[in-house]
């Protein structure tokens, strides 16, 4: 397992990702409002905006929620939202990039460096590993849409760059297909890849680690409770790694 997105496989497996809907939602609405405030409050006009929709869409949040987020910016009510970026180490040295919109950037970054550091981390400067990862666009289907032939074929048809499949083993672990972009061609991408595959799972941009780090048992227990941590707190969107934990690693942690 790796990266961020498969590392949802993991927490269903553990049972660890079972967050709270309003919490979920919560940072929904603040990427769509924030989207919407950057630009164009149309998500066909606004490609960051579109890609917050797409999301909440994929995570079952209702119309109205989604319409509320939208109207909030375009009335201009509600916080104003600063994007932050934290880079640091986790257990065993394994990169991490932590994504975070807050109103408060002192609470943000104390939360942020406390999870670190309780949990076999620490953090670093600007720039500290973020020079080991590549700003890509991320285009995200479920092991469902299709095998690896057909995803492939359809990727490169629609001008991705490269695309890796995790075919999953079962309901608990339904696969997942990454299809990865440049960031200047992530939504044309996107837009031809729907006739074919349906609407995506999500459509985001992504840190993708040059080289990945393999993490022992001795540490993907704590890296683990680090990365939970950090998304549970409400600040942070997303948390990015270059770490790989084998099956046989889940399996030995149960």
């Avoid at 670093?124 to 991320?138: D, I, N, W």
């Amino acid at each position: 397992m790796a990266g961020h997105s498969k590392f949802k496989n993991i927490m269903h497996r553990k049972g660890a990702q079972d967050k709270k809907r309003a919490a979920q939602f919560s940072k929904l609405s603040r990427e769509i409002t924030v989207a919407a405030k950057m630009g164009m409050p149309d998500p066909d006009m606004n490609p960051r905006l579109r890609a917050a929709v797409l999301a909440a869409r994929a995570q079952s949040m209702p119309k109205d929620n989604i319409q509320r987020a939208i109207e909030k910016a375009s009335k201009g009510d509600g916080e104003n939202y600063e994007e932050v970026r934290y880079e640091g180490y986790g257990p065993g040295g394994v990169a991490i990039i932590v994504e975070a919109l807050t109103d408060n950037r002192n609470r943000t970054a104390t939360n942020v460096r406390t999870a670190f550091a309780k949990n076999g981390g620490n953090l670093g400067a600007s720039g500290a590993v973020s020079h080991g990862f590549e700003r890509l666009g991320l285009i995200e289907y479920p092991g469902k849409a299709g095998d690896e032939e057909k995803v492939l074929e359809a990727a490169i048809e629609a001008g991705a760059d490269d695309v890796e499949s995790d075919l999953g083993d079962g309901d608990e672990n339904p696969g997942l297909h990454q299809i990865w972009t440049s960031i200047e061609s992530l939504h044309e991408v996107a837009k031809a890849l729907e006739p074919v595959l349906g609407e995506a799972e999500a459509v985001k941009l992504a840190w993708r680690p040059n080289l990945k780090a393999d993490v022992d048992e001795a540490n993907a227990a704590t890296l683990i409770k680090l990365i939970d941590v950090l998304e549970e707190d409400d600040d942070v969107q997303t948390v990015w790694g270059n770490y790989e934990i084998s099956d046989e690693v889940m399996e030995k942690l149960g």
